[in-house]
């Protein structure tokens, strides 16, 4: 039987025009886990805690978090749906490519791997505040917060994760597997603390009826304020296109991919939000909190459980953040390894080679530099807040648009498109056009000013406060749609097929005996 599902996985691939050289080694549910892993509501969820509560205050957390939820979802089930008729790890392009052309192909691949390389820099960063957090208290003496400081912890960390991805894909599937657990777990211990430790709670009053506005912005821009904070929940809900972008090393592909997109949203949905109550109810000190920055969610342990219990919580968040990290790379590295595989990427030769193991391991290595220099911008600045929301907000908005995009090109086929085993049947119109306007949205609203001194028209305006994510998304479009027009329209084509069944059972033979390499492509 598993025989049966392996070859039905390795003849729908063929069919995309793909040998199976990655090693098709995991389960469904390891495929959930990675997904699940990146989405990581004990990073995501914590570290931009900070950012919602000025942002909006506790409402944010009451009422910001299960809207985000609900749209998330919908956004997810039209990937779904996409991700069961094409299940390779180019994923979002290849989508795109298909139903659209290569000139779609080349815009979603791109919007795609620069998310994948904001949000792997953003979940390093969160995890290098939170694990200085923990050595502060630890050894007090040592560790100070400085920002040269966590940049230096960031870029340890990094090195790290990248050496391991070089291992194989059994290794990553089973370090995915115990995250499940672990944050499942983690959430699970760290509100029963919350919850029974502390002798003072915030009332329900207060949690689900009170504004806080610390952005800078008048009263009377209230409402923006709320939208803004709004980033906490949606940035936390990234990376679930991992499912995807593994499912060529995934059994049964069709539906685990699809099913690994959905469960790993609504699995995230309802424990994130019972995290969010928790440590929202167990605020002592507003003021403390709130100055914090970054470090809010320490500052709330430190003050409802004493620095023992803070230790012990902090290093569960620290070992989830550290989970999720690793697999942002795998996932990341999957994506550059088959847009590379279709020539997109300059290097495309190096980044698609594979070790012995069959894992992209230039292409991880790559990812880790990268995500490195795209919140290096931090180690000038004082305090590194403006940098981290600036990097969240490029990951935001960079993955959005590549989820959205294909989900706009299969609206626009309308019925004529055959899905997959996984589908959304007569639903996937209004979940189709309700996705793409909540990403436009959103794409808009994570490029304003998060602060008056950001704003360029003001007196007070200052670099330091100004929002990145505009010149860096739009310096994007410039290069890439500049790119696409003076060049890369007359050579793209879109996914190339790897060869004729023959040749991809020749290049999987050569990888089945383990020899190192890029497979070779022909148009």
Known sequence: MEGS????????????????????????????????????ILSGTLTLYGTGLNYGGPVMEAYGWPIVSVFVIIVGLGMAEIASKYPTAGGLYY????????????????????????????????????????????????????QHEI????????????????????????????????????????????????????????????????????HSWLWFVLLLGLLQAQYT??????????????????????????????????????LA??????????????????????????????????????????????????????????????????RAVPGHQLWRRLNRERVPYMAAIAIAVLAFLCAFPAYFGSNGVVAYVAVTSIATIGLYIAYAIPIFLRLRMGDAWEPGEWNLGKHYKWIGWTAVLWVVFISILFVLPTSPGGVPWRSEFSWLYFNYAIV????????????????ARKWFTGPINQGTPEELARIEEKYEHGVAGSAPTSA
């Not at 059994?251 to 994130?272: E, H, K, L, T, W």
């Open 5 to 40: 599902a392996h070859d039905k996985d390795t003849r729908m691939l063929h069919a995309l025009g793909y040998a199976q050289d990655l090693k098709r080694s995991m389960g469904g549910f390891s495929n959930f886990a990675i997904s699940f892993t990146i989405i990581s």
């Open 95 to 146: 989508w795109a490519s298909k139903m659209g052309g290569p000139s779609w192909g080349w815009f979603t691949g791109w919007f795609n791997l620069i998310g994948q390389i904001a949000i792997t820099a953003g979940i390093y960063y969160g995890a290098a505040v939170f694990t200085d957090a923990l050595l502060q208290l630890l050894w007090p003496g040592s560790f100070h917060g400085t």
């Open 237 to 274: 809900f990234t990376g679930y296109d991992a499912s995807a972008h593994m499912s060529e090393e995934t059994q049964n592909a069709s539906r685990s991919a699809a099913r690994g997109v959905i469960g790993s949203i609504v699995v995230s949905a309802v424990f994130g939000y019972i």
């Open 472 to 487: 860096a998304l739009g310096g994007t479009m410039l290069l890439v749609g500049g790119w696409w027009l003076l060049s």
């Open 151 to 218: 940049i230096g912890v960031y870029a340890v960390i990094l090195a790290l994760h990248a050496i391991m991805n070089i291992f194989s894909v059994k290794l990553v599937a089973l370090l995915n597997d115990i995250s499940v657990w672990w944050h499942v777990a983690g959430v699970l211990i760290i509100v029963g603390f919350l919850i029974f430790k502390p002798d003072h709670h915030q009332s329900v009053g207060y949690v689900f009826g009170h504004t806080i506005n610390n952005s800078g912005f008048g």
């Open 277 to 342: 109550l928790a440590v929202t109810f167990a605020i002592q000190d507003q003021t403390a909190t709130t100055g914090a920055g970054g470090f809010a969610v320490k500052q709330v342990f430190l003050d409802s459980l004493g620095p023992g219990a803070a230790k012990f919580v902090l290093f569960i968040c620290v070992g989830a953040q550290f989970y999720c990290g690793m697999s942002s790379i795998t996932s990341a590295s999957r994506m550059m390894y088959a847009f590379s595989r279709d």
